[in-house]
């Protein structure tokens, strides 16, 4: 009796065995259709879709509009000529940095927003959580790309900017390490804490 019972399972997952198979096979095959559709690639006609958000803040008239310093002042200047800036916070002074100043600075910077980051993909910043003066810990240098050192001139100490760079002002055509692709406007929320000119120094920065 019990080897007619196992001759009988047997039998069974002889002919059970293939039809499970063929029960799985549609259903792995259908979730890896179902991942090919939903995959979205971030930076799909990115150089199009940054010259187009660049064209709306061109003409954006609440922007404050910063000429590339590099260029003279009477030069004829198109869209990527300028840096456009939202003031969120101005302070009462008049000196701004030189172009050989060291300056102290926190900020955030990100991309245009994107499909899986609507608010931009930050690719870099001196600070976590919201900002707050009290807390930000900043950084200081005397390098910037062209965009950047372009409001920073403009700028005066105790200052909040949100500057957004086309990417003519920024990396241009090339990739800058995995972080930031060609052709990306870059957009940065900059605090100015402090600066000082070629000679002089200061003491390490502490928080309020």
């Known amino acids: 009796m ?3 019972i196992e001759k009988v399972a047997m039998t069974l997952a ?12 549609p259903l792995i095959s259908c979730e890896e259709d179902d991942d090919d559709d ?12 940054n010259d187009e958000v660049l064209a ?8 404050r509009k910063i000429k590339n310093y590099a260029l003279n002042e009477n030069a004829t200047a198109g869209n990527s000529d300028y840096v456009y800036v939202k003031v969120l916070e101005e302070a009462s002074g008049t000196e701004a940095p030189l172009l050989t100043d060291t300056v102290r600075i926190a900020y955030r910077g990100h991309l245009i927003p994107s499909e899986s980051f609507p608010d931009g993909y930050v690719f870099d910043q001196s600070y976590l959580n919201d900002f ?13 790309i062209t965009g950047l050192q372009s409001a920073l001139l403009q700028m005066h100490a105790g200052d909040r900017w949100l500057i957004h760079i086309p ?7 090339s990739d800058n390490s995995s972080t930031i692709p060609a052709y ?14 070629p000679g002089e120094t200061r003491p390490p920065f502490k928080a309020r």
């Open 38 to 49: 939903i995959y979205v690639d971030e930076f799909d006609n990115w150089q199009q879709r």
């Open 2 to 4: 019990t080897k007619s």
């Open 132 to 144: 707050s003066w009290a807390t930000a810990y900043p950084s200081q240098g005397a390098s910037w």
């Open 184 to 197: 990306s406007n870059l957009i940065f929320d900059v605090a100015l804490f402090d600066f000082w000119h």
């Open 14 to 25: 002889k002919w059970l065995m293939p039809l499970c198979l063929l029960t799985v096979v």
């Open 167 to 173: 990417y003519q002002l920024a990396y241009g055509g």
């Open 56 to 63: 709306q803040w061109a003409s954006d008239p609440s922007f």
